[in-house]
């Protein structure tokens, strides 16, 4: 694996694999890699070859008092695992060679990022944006890998990709879960004993709503109410959002339709983590729904 530094290292070697007529496959990560990274990888390496990997703890995606600073960064680690999965290369840029001084250029992308994390985390999507959209230009993918965890910030790059016309396909991947159902995820590491105990309340709250769909509950607002329940009943669960939205426009809904999100956020102490369900209407069946955990 070659490890790569700067930006235009890196769009050299992304100029020449085009040029040769290879099909570049993207996973942008910020690190702390874990099961979740690497099926994106794994999917990109069926697909692609070369396949490019990126580190970079964005600091423009996290608020002032987020975690920015204590976010992990086992970057030798997360260098072996990559070696072992055989990536071609990794583009570790520093933040000094993503936004040198004087950068003024932010990219945003409205309606879709004002509810759920964008209402929780102010400005996170205009970071995410800006720094992907940056990321997509330097390494020229043919497809990008990105995880259904982060249902929203797929929905958000999809329509970003759409809207200025980007020369990148979004795959979006299930998402990667524990034995026991914790969605996986670099901030699961902040997570004492008890609370790893407890943050199977997200996966636990999200089958219970699978359960009431399957028995036929087509109430949004009653599954809502279900899982809030759920949450609440766990002494160190506090929800963030419960909430069931289409899957396109990222409305909430009333009643269960053809695609739709079942999202939470639930800080677990101090940790905030997030996880969804995706309910589609199986085709052709009229009222029934496939629940994809
Ligand atoms: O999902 C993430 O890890 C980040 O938001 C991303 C897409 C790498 C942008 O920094």
């Not at 990274?37 to 423009?60: D, E, G, M, T, Y």
Request: charged share 25%; with cysteine; net charge neutral.
């Amino acid at each position: 694996m070659e490890a790569i530094f700067t930006v235009e290292w890196m769009k050299q070697v992304a100029r020449q694999a085009r040029a040769e007529g290879r099909l570049i496959g993207f996973v942008p990560t910020m690190g702390a890699l874990h099961e979740g990274h690497l099926s994106l990888v794994r999917a990109a390496r069926q697909q692609c070859q070369p396949v490019v990997v990126s580190i970079f703890v964005n600091p423009k995606q996290f608020g002032p008092s987020e975690d920015f600073s204590k976010y992990p960064r086992p970057i030798e680690a997360d260098r072996a695992v990559l070696e072992a999965q055989r990536v071609e290369f990794l583009f570790a840029p520093t933040p000094a060679e993503m936004y040198p001084d004087g950068f003024r250029t932010h990219v945003s992308v409205e309606g879709l990022t004002e509810r759920l994390e964008g209402r929780s985390r102010p400005g996170h999507f205009r970071g995410v944006t800006t720094v992907v959209l940056k990321l997509l230009e330097i390494v020229q993918p043919h497809l990008a890998y990105f995880g259904r965890k982060d249902a929203q910030q797929a929905r958000v790059i999809r329509q970003m990709v759409r809207d200025l016309n980007l020369d990148t396909e979004i795959v979006v991947c299930p998402i990667v879960r524990e034995p026991d159902g914790l969605a996986m995820s670099s901030r699961n590491a902040y997570l004492k004993p008890d609370e790893r105990c407890a943050a199977t309340v997200l996966f636990r709250a999200l089958g219970t709503a699978r359960q009431e769909i399957a028995a036929g509950e087509r109430d949004a607002v009653r599954l809502v109410a279900a899982m809030r329940k759920l949450i609440d009943a766990e002494p160190l669960a506090t929800a963030d959002y419960v909430e069931i939205v289409d899957a396109d426009t990222f409305e909430p809904v009333s009643r269960l339709r053809r695609g739709c999100l079942g999202l939470l956020a639930v800080f677990i102490g101090t940790t905030r983590l997030i996880d969804n369900m995706l309910v589609e209407e199986v085709e052709d069946s009229g009222s029934s729904f496939r629940v994809s955990l």
